[in-house]
């Protein structure tokens, strides 16, 4: 576990122990479509030009709130197993502080749930695109 940061969120305890189910590759696809499908919606004037993230193949859209002092996001794109990924994602990183966000190894968080190697170096590279505005975002607010 490379991971640095001191903890993890609830939702993140929740996909691991989720993904940690599932026997074979087609099960983490269905979860994670699942997952997707659980995302919180953006409404169309969330899916603007500025929430757009650049770097990724697929549109992917990010917004960032202040909730109780920290950073929270919601996230959206019009691939389904991309949504599932977010999700994921989202559900590792919500409500940590900057510095926090900084020091998770997003690499190691996929291998955690068993979905590393299945990903593609430009769907990689998407996410790491997505969690590099996440930073962004929480520096600027």
């Known amino acids: 576990m490379n991971d640095q940061t001191p903890h993890l969120p609830p939702r993140a305890c929740e996909a691991l122990a989720a993904f940690a189910q599932c026997p074979g590759w087609e099960q983490r696809v269905r979860l994670l479509i699942q997952w997707g499908e659980r995302l919180e919606p953006l409404d169309e004037a ?69 979905l590393a190697r299945h990903l593609s170096p430009s769907r990689s590279n998407g996410l790491n695109a997505v969690l590099q505005r996440m930073g962004e975002l929480s520096a600027g607010g």
Do not use: K, M, Y
């Not at 691939?79 to 989202?90: E, K, P, Q």
């Not at 900057?98 to 291998?111: H, T």
């Open 46 to 114: 969330e899916r603007c030009a500025a929430n757009l993230v650049h770097g990724c193949e697929s549109r992917v859209w990010l917004v960032a709130e202040t909730r109780d002092g920290r950073r929270h996001f919601r996230a959206s794109s019009e691939a389904r197993l991309l949504r599932g990924l977010l999700a994921v994602l989202l559900a590792r990183v919500d409500g940590l502080e900057p510095g926090e966000l900084q020091r998770i190894d997003l690499a190691d968080w996929f291998a955690r749930l068993g």
